[in-house]
């Protein structure tokens, strides 16, 4: 853990801020004109020079870490899953469209299969709303004023981190995003404390900081980011590289079809003991249970 620095650790000398602003009135000449007279942390030309990759993953591992450590926030639970899984609102909407779409033109096979997707967006739209109640569940239960314990983790985009967060703003409590540059348009969601949504360009330094202070994820249904994401932490606390803590998969139909980790004991690419390393749960309260049972709160 980075240490908190007093304002007057270091009274002999001018801050980092102080010193820029003298530097800013100096008298115009072909010298200070030129870019290498800037101040190296002012220049940002310089800052993204490829030789200056290792400072700027010191910097985004930097400045969540003290924002963090700034609202005193001690502990998180993770939620990690689908950006397309849909809220039950939105879902009912776009279903009831596709179905009378459908029914107009019943020899149409674009619009069969876009009321099929239609339907299965409905069915796993119960995802968001169990998220949404877990995070509320979690909220309700752990934050405490000025000290901030168990605090609602997301990638900060939609889906069910909307779900996860918007659970937690419903409560009036804080929740993080952990958002992440991405080539096409990407947002952080509505719901993320401001205060606590950042933006990432190491996708390695995002996984740190969703890990660092965790104490139980959640992993419900999501595609190769949920997938990238849940198996990194697998392996973690396989190899003993991370302390374990309660790995929690939501909806036994969607993992059962999805991964088959019997065949991987079957095949002893892994060990029996390693199916052990996550529990299956269908429901909010179910997921509570084992986050509250693994960690010492109350019920």
């Known amino acids: 853990m980075i240490m908190k620095k007093t304002e007057t650790e270091c009274p002999a000398f001018p801050t980092a801020k102080e010193d820029l602003e003298a530097a800013r009135h100096h008298v115009a000449s072909p010298q200070t004109q030129s870019p290498s007279y800037k101040l190296a942390y002012e220049d940002q030309e310089f800052l993204l020079r490829d030789e200056l990759r290792p400072i700027r993953l010191q910097l985004e591992l930097l400045k969540p870490e003290l924002l963090q450590q700034t609202e005193n926030v001690v502990s998180t639970i993770v939620v990690f899953g689908g950006a397309r899984i849909q809220d039950p609102e939105t879902a009912e909407k776009q279903c009831a469209a596709a179905r009378v779409a459908a029914q107009g033109d019943p020899a149409n096979v674009t619009l069969s299969l876009a009321?099929?997707?239609?339907?299965?967006?409905?069915?796993?739209?119960?995802?968001?709303?169990?998220?949404?109640?877990?995070?509320?569940?979690?909220?309700?239960?752990?934050?405490?004023?000025?000290?901030?314990?168990?605090?609602?983790?997301?990638?900060?985009?939609?889906?069910?981190?909307?779900?996860?967060?918007?659970?937690?703003?419903?409560?009036?409590?804080?929740?993080?995003?952990?958002?992440?540059?991405?080539?096409?348009?990407?947002?952080?969601?509505?719901?993320?404390?401001?205060?606590?949504?950042?933006?990432?360009?190491?996708?390695?330094?995002?996984?740190?900081?969703?890990?660092?202070?965790?104490?139980?994820?959640?992993?419900?249904?999501?595609?190769?980011?949920?997938?990238?994401?849940?198996?990194?932490?697998?392996?973690?606390?396989?190899?003993?590289?991370?302390?374990?803590?309660?790995?929690?998969?939501?909806?036994?139909?969607?993992?059962?079809?999805?991964?088959?980790?019997?065949?991987?004991?079957?095949?002893?690419?892994?060990?029996?003991?390693d199916v052990l390393l996550f529990k299956i749960v269908e429901t909010a309260e179910d997921a509570w249970r084992e986050i509250a049972k693994a960690n010492g709160l109350p019920i």
């Open 115 to 273: 009321l099929t997707k239609a339907e299965r967006a409905l069915a796993s739209s119960k995802y968001y709303t169990e998220a949404r109640k877990l995070a509320s569940l979690v909220s309700g239960c752990c934050q405490e004023p000025g000290r901030l314990t168990h605090v609602v983790t997301t990638g900060g985009g939609p889906g069910i981190m909307e779900a996860a967060n918007r659970g937690a703003h419903d409560l009036g409590a804080k929740s993080i995003g952990l958002n992440i540059v991405l080539p096409h348009e990407q947002h952080p969601n509505r719901y993320a404390s401001p205060e606590l949504s950042f933006q990432f360009h190491y996708f390695a330094i995002r996984k740190m900081h969703f890990l660092m202070r965790a104490k139980a994820l959640v992993v419900f249904p999501g595609g190769f980011g949920t997938l990238d994401e849940f198996f990194e932490v697998l392996t973690l606390v396989q190899t003993k590289k991370m302390k374990p803590i309660p790995i929690l998969l939501f909806g036994e139909q969607f993992w059962k079809r999805v991964i088959d980790f019997e065949v991987l004991v079957e095949e002893g690419t892994i060990s029996p003991e």
